[in-house]
């Protein structure tokens, strides 16, 4: 099983410019997130999927569009890149009921 | 909204050193888990406490939730070079499945 696989795993962008994170999991799990990780603020949740075609907003959504078409894939999209969405992301699966959730390797976004 | 507090946010110790984490959230908890993020790495999961009172251990870690449900700790006895980096705790939101993470504490271990 290769778990949870994200790509890029690096990625420059210019400010406006649209990119989608691509998300995997091969573990048929329900629940998928997505984190963004700043120094100092820990991990925040941007947006959550209870399982395919649902979907719901974290701590901080907004910059960053998101669908779940299948079980198995979760991308996340930025329409229009802007410099403090400079981060690191992680993609995140569960089987849901707060059980263990697994990470992928994540994405260093640098929006210039 | 429902908060977590971890502190400290840093702690450096010599090997060998104790050394403790607490997480606080401001809602009674269903549950709490805690994970590990190596420097450069993802966070990986660790342990969940699901009932009052509750002690768990792996090894040199001791994992311990409060009587009230409101907070946590994880107390680290003899560190090793390799206990080196960032420890999270972690709280379903209120009332969902989400998991909201705490600011983590990064732990350096000098040899």
């Known amino acids: 099983n290769a778990g949870v696989t994200q790509t890029p795993k690096f990625q420059v962008l210019k400010t406006g410019q649209s990119m989608t994170l691509q998300c995997a999991q091969d573990?048929?799990?329900?629940?998928m997130s997505w984190y963004r990780q700043d120094p100092g603020m820990g991990l925040r949740l941007i947006h959550y999927s209870v399982g395919a075609g649902i979907t719901d907003q974290g701590e901080v959504p907004n910059g960053y569009n998101v669908s779940r078409s299948t079980t198995e894939d979760f991308p996340l999209r930025l329409l229009s890149a802007a410099p403090s969405q400079t981060s690191v992301y992680f993609c995140?699966?569960?089987?849901?009921?707060?059980?263990?959730?697994?990470f992928g390797q994540g994405t260093r976004l640098t929006v210039v | 909204g429902q908060q977590v507090m971890q502190i400290p946010q840093y702690q450096h110790v010599q090997e060998g050193e104790d050394f403790t984490t607490y997480c606080n959230s401001s809602?009674?908890?269903?549950?709490i888990q805690w994970y590990k993020q190596r420097p450069g790495g993802h966070p990986v999961f660790l342990i969940q406490l699901v009932k009052s009172g509750e002690v768990k251990k792996q090894k040199r870690l001791t994992f311990q939730f409060g009587e009230a449900k409101k907070n946590s700790s994880l107390h680290i006895t003899a560190t090793q070079t390799t206990d080196v980096g960032t420890y999270f705790c972690?709280?379903?939101?209120?009332?969902?499945?989400?998991?909201?993470f705490g600011t983590g504490t990064r732990l350096q271990v000098f040899p």
């Open positions: 995140a699966s569960t089987t849901g009921g707060n059980t263990e959730a697994f």
């Open positions: 573990m048929n799990h329900e629940y």
């Open positions: 972690a709280e379903p939101l209120w009332g969902t499945d989400k998991l909201i």
């Open positions: 809602t009674t908890l269903s549950n």
